[in-house]
């Protein structure tokens, strides 16, 4: 239902003459995923994943509301900070200009492999989220601090150790939440997951949900960045079709500021006739389990994920594997791990959710 009232909304908004709609998977896949990324019209999208720091939206009510958050935890009010919402909402940029006000205190992000110096200790982050954690503690002492876990999927490599690691998790920060500000961002599949296992409203005593952006907001800025980039001397310039161009991605982005970014780049390639075709929808439904599993948990382990069934499942399931990575549906993102294309995981996810 979800596909036939999106493509249905497509045909009223695209020329028909200028129509050329994916006919399958691998179609849709490559417009999708191949867009050209480094065209003067798309790099200020492109730098850093779709919003980086160089693409701010502002976002008065969230952002203020976070920043009060903040002054109660200074004044002595423990508890962290959660930020929710689907791939491409911009919780990453929220936690970035948070940052930006919140200058005078050390802020360390846990990245793996990412060496940070805390206090005068230097050491490298490990994949171990707990123990990364710990260390930082450790070092830090007694003193204030921020610590940021951005995307707390990707730490969890799976389902099997999800509950531990997200329970020492909880419990490091009701231990140290009075000196250390915790700032967590989290899938909206993970975050329901953990609503059901554990008493978030206690650990985290600021929710926040980055899912939408009006209209509004994105069509200006779309057209902002556009304008910018643009050569206005060019007697192929035509600034109505900036405005053309961002009504379409605002329309069908359904609030994601992320999405309307990778919209907005496929549709300046050349790529005018947007439209998910049902063999795509029947690739997701026929390997839901799997893709719901890598859509919460970010990369699993190849090995992990055939443990979840039984040894008359697992030849199914290889197979299974071996087809979504062929039409770049999933992609391994390290040796032995798998995990959604992360240019198709916000479709996939509505896909999956209706």
Not at 43 to 70: D, Y
Not at 126 to 149: E, F, G, R
Not at 199 to 204: E, G, H, M, P, R
Not at 316 to 342: C, M, W
Request: a neutral charge.
């Amino acid at each position: 239902a979800w596909i036939n009232t999106w493509n249905n909304f497509v045909a009223t908004i695209i020329p028909k003459s200028t129509r050329e709609y994916p006919q399958d998977t691998t179609d849709f896949v490559k417009m999708m995923t191949q867009f050209n990324p480094v065209s003067d019209m798309n790099t200020l999208f492109m730098r850093k994943g779709f919003l980086g720091t160089s693409f701010t939206v502002a976002r008065e009510g969230i952002e203020s509301s976070m920043q009060k958050h903040f002054e109660k935890w200074r004044e002595g009010f423990g508890g962290g900070l959660m930020i929710q919402g689907p791939t491409g909402c911009g919780k990453s940029n929220l936690i970035g200009k948070l940052q930006l006000l919140l200058e005078d205190l050390p802020s360390y992000s846990v990245i793996p492999n990412q060496s940070i110096d805390v206090r005068g200790h230097k050491f490298l982050i490990p994949h171990d989220l707990i123990t990364a954690v710990k260390t930082i503690v450790k070092y830090q002492d007694i003193s204030k601090c921020i610590v940021i876990i951005d995307d707390l999927e990707s730490y969890l490599n799976g389902p099997e150790n999800a509950y531990d690691v997200i329970d020492q998790l909880i419990d490091l920060i009701r231990r140290y939440s009075h000196r250390i500000y915790f700032i967590v961002a989290v899938n909206d599949r993970l975050s329901d997951k953990m609503s059901q296992f554990f008493d978030i409203d206690n650990v985290f005593t600021k929710v926040v949900n980055a899912a939408k952006i009006t209209d509004q907001t994105i069509k200006d800025a779309l057209v902002t960045r556009a304008l910018a980039v643009a050569n206005h001397e060019d007697n192929n310039y035509n600034g109505d079709s900036f405005y053309n161009n961002a009504n379409i991605a605002t329309n069908i982005c359904e609030g994601n500021i992320g999405y309307a970014m990778q919209l907005w780049c496929i549709i300046n390639s050349g790529m005018m006739g947007y439209r998910m075709p049902s063999e795509f929808e029947d690739s997701v439904l026929r390997h839901r389990h799997l893709l719901k599993t890598l859509m919460t948990f970010g990369a699993i382990k190849a090995y992990d994920v055939l443990q979840m069934y039984d040894e008359v499942q697992q030849q199914k399931v290889r197979s299974d594997i071996a087809y979504l990575l062929q039409t770049k549906i999933v992609e391994r993102p390290t040796e032995g791990f798998l995990s959604i294309n992360r240019l198709l995981r916000y479709p996939i996810d509505k896909i999956l959710n209706s």
